[in-house]
Every structure is written in C-alpha cells, then in structure tokens.
C-alpha cells in the first residue's frame, strides 16, 4: 500500500515546492479526479483500496502544495475564491469536477460513460456527490452543497439546458459558470455576456478632475473610514450610499476619486442593462454580488431604479434593496432623484445630493476644462457659467461640440480657434428643453440699427441688455447675489399700436444678447380646465431655466390682464391665473417680455415702468 503524504510538514520537512502559478494547481487536483475517476469505475476491492489511497494521497499533496504557495505568495485564482467566498473543501472539490470538462475534453467522455448517458457531457449532482465523498455521509455534503440557495449555486455554477422529459433534484447537471473559468484560467476579461452591464476602473487609473463639491469627497472618506474604524463594514450587512444629481453632475467621478483614496477598484454597474435575471432564473444580482467580491472592488450601481408607477415597479425596487443588503462593505446608488425605501425594511445608511454647482464652480469648471482646447483668450467664462446652467458633463460636452463646429467652419486662413459664438451655438446643442412644444423659437436677425425709437425707449432696451451682461459680476463678483434670493432676471413690457416694433425690438434684445427667443403660443397655453394654465405655464419656465431663453408673451393681455373682485368662480381662477404668472415671471433669473396693444388692459403689477 502507498504511504500516505501527511497533510502538513514544514518546509525543511519536505521536498514539495510552492506551485509555479494557477495553472499548475489545477493540473495538481485533475490527478486527484482522475484517481476519483478510476476508483468509480473499479470493481476489484483490492485495486479499490490502493486506488482509494492514491486519490486521497493526490488530496493530501495539493492541499500541502496549497499551503506552501500561499506561504510564498504564490496567487492561485481557487484558492483565492475559496478564502474570499469562504468555501468549504467540499464545495472546492465539486468545483474542481466542473472545471475538469471546461479545460480537458477527456472528461466528457469520461463522464458520459459514467452516467450511463449519451451525451451527458457535464456531471449530474450525483455523479459530483460520488466523486467528492469517500462515505455516505461526504456524499450527502455535497447534495446538500449544491443546493438552490447555496454558494455554489449562486455565484459558481449553471445548470444546463437539457430536454428530458423526467427531472429529479439529485440528476440535474451542473457547469461551471463562464466568469469562474475565466478567472481560473488567468483570463482577467468579463463574459461578453457581463460586459454590457459592467465596467471595472482600476485604481491606478488617472480620474477625471472633480470639478466642484470637494466638500462631498472629502466627507464621503471621512465617513467611510470612520464606520470602517468602528467596525460597522462587517460581512453581515453592508452600508449602503445614495448619490444622486442630474446627469452629468459628477456622481461616476466622485466614485473614481473615492477609489483611487482607498486604493480599491470601482465596478460599475449600469442597471438598465442588467437584465432583472439571467436565463436559468438566477437574479442578475448574484454576478454583481460576485465580482465585486472578486475583484474587492467597490461596487457603484448606476441608474438604481427609481420608478414606482406600478407594484411591480415598487416591488422590483423593495426585492432589490433587499437584496443589497446581502452584501458586504460599502455599497453606492447612484440616480438623478433620491432613491428613499418603500418601506421600513428598507434601508440606506447615508443620502447625499449633489446639487447644481454655483456660479463661480461653473466658471472653474470651465476654465478646467478649456484648458485642453484652442480656445480664445478673450471667451468670458464667467458670462457663459451665469447664463448656462449647466454640470460638468455637459460642459464637457459643449467643449466638444464647439471644437467640432469650428473645425468645420473653419477657412483656409483661420488658426482654428473656438469662438464665443460657436461656444454659445455649442451650449444651446447641449438643451433638451421642449420649448417648442408650447411656443415657437424665433431667428433674430434685426440689429439696433433697424429699431426706429426715440433715445429714451433705446436706452432702456440698452439698459435691460447690460442688466443680463454684466449679472454675473453685479451678483457674483460683487456678491449683491447674497441680498437677493430671487427676482435677478428681467421683465420687459412692450406696448404699442400693432406695427410699431414691439416683436422686433424683442428680436434685437435676443440678436445683442445671443439668446434664444421664443414666442409663446398662447392657444397652448390657456386652457378651460382649472389648473391647466398654470401647469403649462411651469413647464414652460422650468424648460426655460436652464438656458435664460428669452420668453416672449405677445397679445399679453389675454394672460395679464386686470384683476378683479371676486364675484363667481370665473373671476376667482382668473386671478389665480394672473397671480401665479407674476410670480413665475418674478422668480425668472432670464428675460421674459411681454407685447401688449392696449396697456390699459394690463395688470398693474406688470406696468411698472412700460416702453411705449
């Protein structure tokens, strides 16, 4: 009989040496499977016994092997799944018998003949159970480890398709997942299958500049290294962070900046690709679960769902932060709204908004991200934070665009230089406003030479004009923006008999500022429904917010007109109408102008001063 190889010696001990790589360990544990192999297909009991000891010699000798490679710093990819997952020997023997058919064909055959079945290519549950256990009592082990709910089911192993029309639990197939044998093979790629979903950002990847709330990074790693000191990022449940702001508003670059601090990868995961479970019925969650583990990386779930227009909606949401709290360490959401529990279930640990950068971020911002471009020297970056209010990505975006039309605009004599207007042109791309729904955009194109009005009317347009230049030094600058909370923008009233140039001083208003105008179409506007106006006329200041276009209310007075005593319901919702339209045009940081040809028939809280 073979003498049997004790499990542990010392290094003076014994002749065996570390493991040259992964690789090498796994070809150490198919010669304890092809001893397994044989042993099941023996039926003499004396061939049996010194079959039995070779296979339990082959044990012995890997797991030696084993310890020795860790000892030297050997990376062995199962070994290190074992330790990270926390497998059992038993769940890592059965992983190996499903690796066996992905790297050798020879155990197709094996196993076919085994089974009794043609073209059972991959091991039933019972065929793992009589390689793995030496006793009945190993044997049910690893039934037990294969079932539904367990490790290996979860994160290691498939089942696949077959057509039979008789299935038990115990003669189910099992093949290893195609992300497990990539790794163990060394292969670092995802599954074709995983990429669509997932990015990894290495650490040692340059992050993009954060540009603005600096304040937030540096809490975020304050409060992550304070629960990490207190113990509180256990195995047992994990902490989970909701960041949410608008697109573009820098979420993905303070997770890259978060990463490179702790020196851990960031996976990112995009939620509205991820399937809500992959065809055999697992949830898609489990190969986030595991390659967050993998890779120790933090894990980011972007675009986590937020819509609750249905209780299946609701309860996709509820099973998902469930879900999440299998996890462990830290765990972020990132969404455009705030991503609250349903119920008290539910929870998340910590809710940080990032909000709209303020005017001298946005002008940083830009000066950053210009930096990269052939811009002029001249461009006022300040001018162009004050009336686009836009977040980082989608500065970065108008830089691009700008490049791309001055490349394409540019003569044969031009430097290439990116111009104001081509960035103003740029900006205005970066919009999905849907004014136009409600209103008609208008090409300005009439200049102050072809306005016919006394000096004193063209100084207050003159005087309106510089009012929205030179906002941003009057408000930031010289930090009137400190007195006012709102009412920074500008209100106009036109009047005049028809013809007299009311629509084409507003023309000229927008050609000086290189704004754009749109004309309010009041049939889309005013409704017969109680509420409708004023409703649409919200959508179309808050579509107008963004950029300051200029609002342009011809035949006002249908919508300023005179307030009166409340006789009946009629006059009631009339003034509601009129009042909510003065405080819309009151809270406005733009241009709103109002045409009117009878001025008597104006509210007087919009006649403050009129240009005739």
Known sequence: MEQVVPLRRSKTETSESPYADGLEYVREWLRWLD???????????????????????????????????????VFLPLSYLRRIFGMTEMEEKIVFVCLAVEVDRKYEAAFELLQDERGATYPRRDLIASLVGRDEEQRFQAVRALRADGLLRRFFLREPAVN?????????????????????????????????????????????????????????????????????????????????????????????HLGRYFNEPVLFIDMAKLPEEESDGRDALDNVFREAAIQQALPVLCGFLLKEDSETDRKIKRDRLD???????????????????????????????????????????????????????????????????????QIANALRTARALSEWKRDSGDHGYIRWNEIIEACYKQLNHRLGTKSKRLSPKKRWED??????????????????????TVYGSWGFDRKLSYGTGVSLLFSGPPGTGKTMAAEVVAKELDMEIYKIDLSQIISKYIGETEKNLREIFDEAESSYAILFFDEADALFGKRSEVKDSHDKNANTEVAFLLQKIEEYRGISIMATNYLQNMDEAFCGESIT
Request: proline share 4%.
């Open 323 to 393: 879900r999440l709290n299998e996890m462990s360490g830290v765990v972020f959401l990132l969404s455009e709204e705030a991503c609250r529990p349903i119920d008290h279930r539910n929870r998340i640990d910590l809710e940080i908004e990032i909000p709209l950068l303020d005017d001298e971020q946005r002008a940083g911002a830009w000066r950053t991200l210009a930096a990269a471009y052939n811009v002029e020297n001249s461009l006022d970056w300040d001018a162009i934070a004050s009336r686009f209010l836009f977040n980082p990505g």
């Open 451 to 472: 306005l016919v009005l006394p000096e004193t009317q063209i100084r207050k347009l003159r005087h309106a004009c510089n009012h929205i230049k030179y906002k941003h």
């Open 35 to 73: 001893a397994g192999i044989e042993l099941r297909m023996c039926s003499e009991e004396g061939n049996r016994s010194k079959l039995e000891d070779r296979w339990e010699s082959a044990r012995q000798r890997a797991e030696l092997r084993m310890s020795l490679s860790e000892e030297a710093n």
């Open 164 to 256: 039979r029309k008789y299935e038990t639990t115990i003669n189910r197939y099992c093949r290893l997942d195609e992300r497990i044998v990539r790794f163990v093979l060394d292969s670092a790629e995802l599954p074709a299958s995983m990429v669509r979903y997932m990015s990894l950002l290495p650490p040692s990847a340059e992050p993009a500049p954060l540009l603005g709330h600096a304040d937030i990074q540096d809490n975020l790693r304050q409060w992550i290294a304070s629960r990490a000191s207190e113990s509180e990022i256990s195995n047992k449940s994990a902490l989970i962070v909701s960041l949410w702001g608008d697109e573009g508003a820098g979420k993905k670059t303070q997770m890259s």
